[in-house]
T-cell receptor, first 111, second 115 residues
């Protein structure tokens, strides 16, 4: 069974304090790994897709990396507006186009 | 351009009532997905359409759940005889077919509360 586990469940940072969120996965053939941001009362907002081990993508203060077993979302010098829940999801070759999500990491950045 | 829209945004139903949730995908997007998100959890897959064809409905939790997309654009998720455990946010996503993995773009969701 495909599994996605995110850690920590919640993370509280001071503004400017860099850190990383983890997404570990056990799947039978990865097609792609997705990172989304979700604000309260809203739908998930797409951030990145990673396809193969060693791949990295960046957007402003965020950088996503991928290995054969896990992905990291690095947040450099975060700001309060980065506060949100970050969701990781996988798309598996044997499961068509559906996404399997982790439970998310709730990030709070204090000013 | 316009994103995925869903209506209503909030729905309160008494246990046993039927509800219908609507999704308008991004114009031109062929594929449409429904997910269910319980409070504090990640979204869980319900069903998937490519045009009007429902290609995967393996995530629907019971035969009380039914989805349709008759003309390959707007989709409706119907829940019959609602139960308290159906309370959740129902998310719709759409994507345009492309190479390898396709990015799914989500709507704002419909929050269903069953009393």
């Amino acid at each position: 069974e495909d599994q996605v586990t995110q850690s920590p469940e919640a993370l509280r940072l001071q503004e400017g304090e860099s850190s990383s969120l983890n997404c570990s996965y056990t799947v039978s053939g990865l097609r792609g790994l997705f990172w989304y941001r979700q604000d309260p009362g809203k739908g998930p907002e797409f951030l990145f897709t990673l396809y193969s081990a060693g791949e990295e993508k960046e957007k402003e203060r965020l950088k996503a990396t991928l290995t054969k077993k896990e992905s990291f979302l690095h947040i450099t010098a975060p700001k309060p507006e980065d506060s949100a829940t970050y969701l990781c999801a996988v798309q598996v070759k044997t499961s068509g186009s559906r996404l399997t999500f982790g439970e998310g990491t709730q990030l709070t950045v204090n000013p | 351009g316009a994103g995925v829209s869903q209506s209503p945004r909030y729905k309160v139903a008494k246990r046993g009532q039927d509800v219908a949730l609507r999704c308008d995908p991004i114009s031109g997007h062929v594929s449409l997905f429904w997910y269910q998100q319980a409070l504090g959890q990640g979204p869980e897959f319900l069903t998937y359409f490519q045009n009007e064809a429902q290609l995967d409905k393996s995530g629907l939790p019971s035969d009380r759940f039914f989805a349709e997309r008759p003309e390959g654009s707007v989709s409706t998720l119907k829940i019959q005889r609602t139960q308290q455990e159906d309370s959740a946010v129902y998310l719709c996503a759409s994507t345009s077919p492309g190479w390898a993995s396709d990015t799914q773009y989500f709507g704002p969701g419909t929050r269903l509360t069953v009393l």
